[in-house]
């Protein structure tokens, strides 16, 4: 029997046929299509599973199950996703249309959330008992592993991180609020501040390898500029790294997992990134003598969205 | 059989001795003394224990065990309390001197995380999966509960939401980093926030209840001319409300707990307090228009330390 994970985006649509020792044995894509009416697109979501599954020679009494991650919320009892900004799907009937065209037991859950899972079955994570995923991304994705299953609190909206505040009366955010970690912690904020250095700082790397638009500038931009040293970049990086050790500090002073992981876009800086934030992390820290969940970097990549999905049950 | 729970505080140690349905049929208590040798303590700790027994007609065989509850953090594993800061006490080993004067099964724990775990048990949030307890005093302590457990973190150093990041670069902190929630959401916060006030505002009647003299302000006199319609002590306490929304939203956004119970000195303003958080918090949370967390005041009390104590096991 194999399982299959699929991994919900706004640009595409993943799937993955996974062994029973979970490794990866097929996989099909599909563009995503929000113009489609929500029927439809589910209709293609389970035509793809099939078609991916016929591809290396199997059928579909061969499926044990079909895992769904989203770039939202679902609630896994019903079968319904609650809300999918990136999607526009708002109560949407997924498991009711899905079983329609391959009657399988489905489950659905928060993308983020399936790749702490993936990480934390067989990724950098495996074998711990809790664990928190931080994805750096254009916004910030947050998954909770508590004695390795996903937690995604009572009432199904938690794992927030990104949307916790972390500066009263900041910046303004996508949600409606101010001062959420994700203004300062993801991509986009990288993105922010590298453009506004570059106002005093015209002769700064990061303004050359924009070919002189600051509106070209992208994390990549300020990132490989710091790793060159260019001074501007530097500095904006390091207020990054601040905010960053800062927002990892917060999940230890709260929750204390066994470990944290980075991933998402950002954390393909590798190296450059985790070295000063485990460097830092502690001292904000309020028992910071004591031993401390370990910080590394996620290893499972793009990966860990159908791997993760896949999992579920 | 009875259980004893022991609240250790930096001015006085509350003794409780429970039944089997966790009512409390006996009280001691002595006052602190932190001059003392460590082993001295403990030992005046374990004669209250006695003592207290003794005084209700029942002997040293009825004691099934001994719970203690500390503001700072221990390993329950090997009985060393960490760290007490109140206390002075750090990587000292309880349990070993306590069973020399009463052998009995010692349990120890956060202060805070025992309170929560007693309000789980027969207070507010009696009965409920997860809760998070967020006591405002001096400081802020927070417990946390997980399918009715106490969570501390895998390192024992979580559970410390008062020493969350919730203002970057923000007021200095006693722990020694900048922001803490602590420093906005304490009663050391609004005291700040009304001697503050009364500078520029001299007609405030923060100030005639304090008898002009800025210093004796404490936060019931800015709750008291906030409920008298002060102008100045209403803005204080818009703030702190305010503020106070904002972290039972991150509370919500990052582990959404089926209940959050407000507890601590500054909790005792009542509906005066607890209503406009209400109103409040869930415009900070991210997925607003679904079921969240319900909030609600702590009703235990003062006893809530040596009842979530003598439960410890």
């Known amino acids: 029997m194999v399982r299959i994970g699929v991994d919900v985006g706004g640009t595409g649509i993943q799937v993955g046929v996974l062994d029973e020792q979970l490794n990866i044995i097929g996989r099909g894509s599909i563009e995503t299509h929000t113009e489609l009416p929500f029927g439809e697109q589910v209709r293609r979501i389970a035509e793809c599973c099939k078609n991916t599954v016929a591809s ?5 009494k061969d499926i044990a199950s079909v895992g769904v991650g989203i770039p939202g919320i679902a609630d896994d009892k019903t079968g319904m996703i609650i809300k999918c900004t990136n999607m ?15 009657n399988k037991p489905i489950y659905i859950d928060n993308d983020a959330s399936v790749a702490a899972l ?10 711990r008992s809790s664990s928190v995923l931080i994805t750096l991304g254009t916004g910030i994705g947050s998954g909770i592993i508590l004695d390795g299953k996903i937690w995604n609190g009572f009432h199904g909206i938690g794992g927030e991180l990104g949307h916790t505040i972390m500066m009263i009366g900041g910046e303004p955010c996508t949600c409606g609020n101010r001062g959420c970690l994700e203004r300062y912690c993801s991509a986009t904020a990288i993105i922010r501040m590298g453009r506004e250095a570059v106002k ?24 490989d ?3 060159e040293k260019d001074p501007a970049a530097s500095e904006v990086f390091s207020r990054y790294v601040g905010y960053l050790a800062q927002a990892v500090a917060n999940v230890v002073n709260f929750l204390d997992p066994e470990m944290i992981v980075l991933g998402g876009g950002v954390s393909k800086a590798g190296m450059f990134l985790l070295q000063p934030v485990r460097d830092e992390f502690p001292e904000h820290v309020i028992f910071r003598d004591r031993p401390m969940p370990s910080l590394d970097l996620a290893i499972l990549g793009d990966e860990a ?8 049950s």
Do not use: H
């Not at 290396?56 to 579909?60: H, K, P, S, V």
């Not at 993936?118 to 074998?127: C, F, H, L, P, Q």
């Not at 005093?200 to 990132?223: F, H, Y």
């Open 118 to 127: 993936a990480e934390n079955m067989i990724g950098i994570s495996k074998g």
């Open 56 to 60: 290396i020679g199997l059928q579909e």
């Open 88 to 102: 526009f799907w708002k109560d949407a009937p997924f498991r009711k249309e899905f079983v329609k065209y391959l």
């Open 225 to 227: 500029s710091a790793r």
């Open 305 to 312: 969205g159908i791997v993760g999905a896949a999992m579920l």
């Open 200 to 223: 005093n700082r015209p002769n700064s790397l990061m303004l050359e390898k924009a070919g002189g638009d600051p509106a070209k500038i992208t994390a990549r931009t300020v990132i």
